[in-house]
Nanobody, 119 residues
Framework: QVQLVESGGGLVQAGGSLRLSCVAS????????VGWYRQAPGKQRELVAS???????TYADAVEGRFSISRDNGQRALFLQMDSLESEDTAVYYC?????????????WGQGTLVIVTP
């Protein structure tokens, strides 16, 4: 089973930027969807952005226009560029690979990387 490792989290002031990376232990099949989820303290895990098996990109309304998801051509890395960060973006961010081809909240997860946005 593929393993996912996230990096790039940290402490940033509101209005700043961070770029998260997720590296897979091997190439992820084109039939998988890949994406980023986040879980804030006391809240459920939620989808942030995803790339479906047909290449369709979706974003949560809360991050539309501020975040950008991308992947490398070798299918082993996934990125999340986060701009204009807000305190509400504070959360643990998880990388996901979903064998169902679209974001369902199932599949393989990374261990998470913490993002803290200060006022």
């Amino acid at each position: 089973q593929v393993q996912l490792v996230e990096s790039g989290g940290g402490l940033v002031q509101a209005g700043g930027s961070l770029r998260l990376s997720c590296v897979a232990s091997r190439s992820i099949a084109d039939t998988y969807a890949v994406g980023w989820y986040r879980q804030a303290p006391g809240k459920q895990r939620e989808l942030v952005a995803s790339i479906g098996s047909l290449g369709r990109i979706t974003y949560a309304d809360a991050v539309e226009g501020r975040f950008s998801i991308s992947r490398d051509n070798g299918q082993r890395a996934l990125f999340l560029q986060m701009d204009s960060l807000e305190s509400e973006d504070t959360a643990v961010y998880y990388c996901n690979a979903d064998p169902r081809g679209f974001a369902t909240g199932s599949g393989v997860w990374g261990q998470g990387t913490l993002v803290i946005v200060t006022p």
